[in-house]
């Protein structure tokens, strides 16, 4: 998949961040076709496990 | 994605079932399917399309229904129409179907009761097949409807990308390069970032940190208070010293000596009767505490009236118990031991009686009601005996205490007039007093104080506890916030870099695959993006071609963008094309030909005769792995797939 190649892009960020951004990314490209997607909900969670798997 | 198979029902003119297997085999990806115009290549395109993407690949329904089929229907009969899909992606297998019901109307034509509904199933290796939940999202994850006319297009159509001042290759490049990804997910990581600030807005309010100030505050005064206090304890004593010091002196002195004894023995008494007083006060006190006994007396007292006038007209049972009046009935004999008959005086009586009994149970309640009841009426009239008799005595005491004091002040004047010595020590044991007296006050003042003190550090600290779970959650939602914004800093951080990348790299095939497809190859030396993202050609000399290039070059132009797209992105897609050599002249129809099976994973080729033939189907037989023919039949007006053995 082409949102894998761009997580090489951000090989200096966090795991935090990275893993944020990687589910970011999933959620937006299976999304992709709707004009409002729920994401807001959806991107506290994957905040919320990014924090917890670091802590 | 890699389509299977596909089954048409009532489909436009696919009136009966309608069957079609896609070629699948790498070496041989190439499906053909010949039409002359007319004959069905278009309405199998849109089966294809309408069974992914429903109304979004065509809008009126109604006009998929088959003619025939709506022919062959009465009146408002129902007419079924269904697209069946079968594809893998991934290593899974799914067979998509979607499905519409229509009725014939009088003039013939469907009417439709609702949309088209869309069924995926999962098909595992043993055949078991399961539902997806959400078909519609399933494709939205495999080949999103925004990005199918890349893969899925119309040849007459398909050189827009090379039109001066098209938006088309931008808009693909973002589309299935998924640079709309990163910019919609940086868009909406920095909404969540701002989202969470929002809250921290509203929490931020400092009130802990105000909080702990507060308590610092009332921590140091109470420190200096308790200073104070223990200050005043010390003065006090040293006070008392001196008095105690000058007492005895005044003993030792003859003109004082009796009056300070009896000072002495006074203030003993004074002692003694302030300790009773206040000793007393606080029993006093302690009955007090009870008092909702006194309080509750009346009422308790009119309740148990009750329940006595109830008992005394025999609506509830005094001590006649119901068991024991049964026993009686049923013996047919008096307490006494005499027998008395059915239905005689003595035996009505007793029924009467049972009539006015109650259950035990409840029979039981009333009387233990009853009896707390009046436990609670003498426990009152003892409290109020009491407490009078405690008042009285304090009375007394208070008394005991005015006259000692006014005994002790007459002692300690006449000790005063004394001349000389004795009475400058009575005056500097006055002021020693005084001092006490004073101190004594300040003390209790601090005690006060302390205690309100006390009470308001520990109003504090509740507050603080809550406050700090504030905190605790500030500080939570800040770690979020900064990493939504930091993961957004990131993916806006990388974009150009991604962006320009992917550009590159698309240029790069667009330029290989052009001069692989065109025939006067050698005429061109290159192929770039413009700033626009406007594809841009150069000729031999340097200079731009493309207002030169001919239809047939602008079309190999958009062929060799959409191979050069499927190659960066490597989506697993197929390429669909429904009459996609109709402008090319031969030349570049066998260019084209040679190249295309190898641009994709999957290539179906919905072709007119003309399309396909001599050197073009040369080129193109050894990808072949199926081939089909559309045969229209003008009786019934209908299309049959026929397969073209091989």
């Not at chain 2, 963008?561 to 499927?566: E, L, N, P, R, S």
Request: charged share 30%.
């Amino acid at each position: 998949m082409l949102t894998d190649k761009i997580m090489d892009l951000f090989t200096d960020k966090s795991e935090p961040v990275r893993k944020v951004i990687a589910e970011v990314l999933r959620f937006e490209q299976a999304h992709i076709t709707e004009k409002m997607p729920r994401y807001m909900e959806e991107f506290r969670r994957i905040i919320d496990r990014a924090v917890d798997d670091a802590t | 994605m890699r389509l299977e198979r596909i089954r048409l029902q009532n489909f436009r003119q696919y009136t009966r079932d309608n069957r079609l297997s896609f070629a699948r085999d790498p070496k041989r990806n190439v499906t053909i399917i010949h039409g002359a115009n007319g004959a069905g290549k278009t309405s199998l395109f849109t089966g294809v399309n309408w069974c992914l993407y429903g109304t979004q690949a065509f809008a009126d329904e109604a006009a998929l229904v088959s003619k025939a089929a709506l022919a062959v229907a009465g009146d408002g009969h129902r007419v079924e129409t269904s697209v069946e899909l079968t594809f893998t992606h991934q290593g899974e297998r799914f067979v998509a179907l979607r499905h519409l019901v229509s009725k014939r109307g009088k003039d013939g034509s469907a009417i439709l009761g609702s949309p088209s509904v869309l069924t995926i199933m999962r098909v595992r290796a043993g055949g078991d097949a399961q539902p997806v939940p959400e078909p519609e999202y399933l494709i939205s994850a495999i080949l999103p409807e925004n990005v199918r006319t890349y893969f899925l297009f119309d040849g007459e159509r398909i050189d827009e990308f090379s039109k001066p001042g098209s938006v088309a290759v931008q808009d693909a490049i973002r589309r299935v390069l998924k640079l709309n990804v990163l910019v919609r997910s940086q868009t909406h990581l920095s909404k969540v970032a701002a989202d969470y600030r929002e809250t921290l807005g509203k929490l931020a309010t400092g009130e802990y940190q105000k909080l702990v100030t507060k308590d610092i505050e009332l921590r140091s005064e109470r420190e200096e208070l308790a200073q104070r206090r223990t200050s005043l304890d010390q003065e006090i004593a040293s006070a008392r010293l001196r008095i105690a010091t000058i007492d005895e002196k005044l003993k030792e002195l003859e003109a004082t000596r009796a009056l300070q004894e009896k000072r002495e023995k006074l203030r003993g008494e004074l002692v003694q009767a302030e300790g009773d007083r206040d000793s007393v006060l606080l029993t006093i006190r302690e009955l007090v505490a009870g008092g909702y006994l006194l309080l509750s007396d009346h009422v308790v007292g009119k309740a148990a009236d009750f329940l006595d006038q109830k008992r005394a007209r025999g609506e509830i049972p005094g001590s006649v118990r119901r068991q024991f009046v049964e026993d009686l009935i049923i013996r047919l004999k008096c307490v006494c031991g005499r027998p008395f008959e059915v239905n005689g005086p003595e035996h009505q009586e007793l029924l009467a009686l049972l009539e006015r009994t109650l259950p035990g149970s409840i029979e039981d309640n009333v009387l233990e009601t009853a009896a707390v009841l009046r436990s609670f009426a003498e426990r009152a009239q003892r409290l109020r005996a009491d407490i009078r008799q405690l008042a009285e005595r304090r009375e007394a005491l208070l008394d005991a205490v005015e006259s000692l004091a006014a005994e002790i002040e007459e002692v300690s004047t006449k000790i005063g007039a004394v001349a000389e010595e004795p009475g400058a020590l009575e005056r500097e044991r006055k002021e020693y007093e005084l001092d006490v007296e004073g101190y004594s006050v300040e003390k209790g003042s601090i005690g006060r104080r302390i205690q309100d003190l006390d009470r308001a550090i520990a109003g504090l600290k509740f507050e603080m506890e809550h406050a700090a779970k504030q905190e605790v959650k500030h500080e939570r939602l800040s770690v979020r916030m900064r990493l939504a914004q930091d993961a957004s800093d990131a993916i806006a951080s990388v974009y150009d870099k991604f962006a320009t990348q992917l550009r590159g790299r698309v240029e790069e095939h667009t330029r290989e695959l052009f001069q692989q497809l065109v025939w006067k190859g050698t005429q061109f030396s290159g192929v770039s993006l413009g700033p626009d993202y406007d594809l841009r050609v150069t000729d031999r000399w340097g200079l731009p071609a493309r207002p030169d290039l001919s239809a047939g070059e602008r079309q190999v132009l958009s062929l060799a963008f959409i191979g050069a797209m499927g190659r960066v992105s490597e989506e697993e897609a197929p390429l669909v094309m429904d009459t996609p050599f109709g402008r090319l002249s031969s030349v570049h129809r066998n260019s084209v030909t040679a190249h295309l099976p190898t641009l994709t994973h999957q290539l179906v080729l919905l072709v007119t005769d003309e399309e396909l033939r001599d050197q073009a189907r040369l080129n193109i037989e050894r990808h072949i792995g199926a081939e089909y023919q559309l045969e229209f039949d003008e009786s019934e007006g209908s299309t049959r797939i026929v397969e073209i053995p091989r």
